[in-house]
Antibody, heavy 127, light 113 residues
């Protein structure tokens, strides 16, 4: 059974870096045809896809955040990590990690619907 | 970006009655090469992450009750709850996975009348 457990600080100061970790159990983060994604949810912007990393390590980011985001895999710890730098109050949100399923899509246009989610981490940006 | 617009923003339905939620995308999410609609629906209850209900616009996720039905094609989609139960009170979201960035609708809150 796939489970995603998130960890990381709930409070980050403006201009600093937000760092969250998603520890995966039940499957290896480096195997299979899946994406590991980060999604955030704020009152103002609803659900916002931040970006993803494929099991191969290839990444894609939302252009609106691309200059500030890094998503990485730690295969030794079976974890997916998110770093968002230069945060402001607008980055205050609940952050989720999620596993995106690619099956059923065309090779040149794979699927990405989210079957498994972490529990969510509320991150507030405040001094 | 593909903009997903849901309607209504909220609705109140009597127990046992039908609830219908609409989702419109700013461009078609139908991929002609495989004739599939790249559209999913989620249910979110307070304090919980979204839960996948429907993918490929109409395929029910394992374990999802058959009172939930997804339909539509191209740019217009519907999620129908055929007979509303108390446990269905939640916010429902559509999501397109046709293009990046992936985008979600703003959500529709379903309540009991």
């Amino acid at each position: 059974q796939v489970q995603l457990q998130q960890s990381g600080p709930g409070l980050v100061k403006p201009s600093q870096t937000l760092s969250l970790t998603c520890t995966v159990s039940g499957v290896s983060v480096s195997s299979g045809y899946v994406y590991w994604s980060w999604i955030r949810q704020s009152a103002g912007k609803g659900l916002e896809w931040i970006g993803r990393i494929y099991t191969s390590g290839n990444t894609n980011y939302n252009p609106s955040l691309k200059s500030r985001v890094t998503i990485s895999l730690d295969t030794s710890e079976n974890q997916v990590s998110l770093k968002l730098n230069s945060v402001t109050a607008a980055d205050t949100a609940v952050y989720y990690c999620a596993r995106g399923t690619t099956s059923g899509g065309a090779p040149e246009r794979p699927a990405e619907y989210f079957q498994y989610w972490g529990q969510g981490t509320l991150v507030s940006v405040s001094s | 970006d593909i903009v997903m617009t849901q309607s209504p923003d909220s609705l109140a339905v009597s127990l046992g009655e039908r609830a219908t939620i609409n989702c419109k995308s700013s461009q078609s999410v139908l991929y002609s090469s495989n004739n599939k609609n790249y559209l999913a629906w989620y249910q979110q209850k307070p304090g919980q992450p979204p839960k996948l209900l429907i993918y490929w616009a109409s395929i029910r996720e394992s374990g999802v009750p058959d009172r939930f039905t997804g339909s539509g094609s191209g740019a217009d989609f519907t999620l129908t709850i055929s007979s509303l139960q108390a446990e269905d009170v939640a916010v429902y979201y559509c999501q397109q996975y046709h293009s990046t960035p992936r985008t979600f609708g703003q959500g529709t809150k379903v309540e009991i009348k």
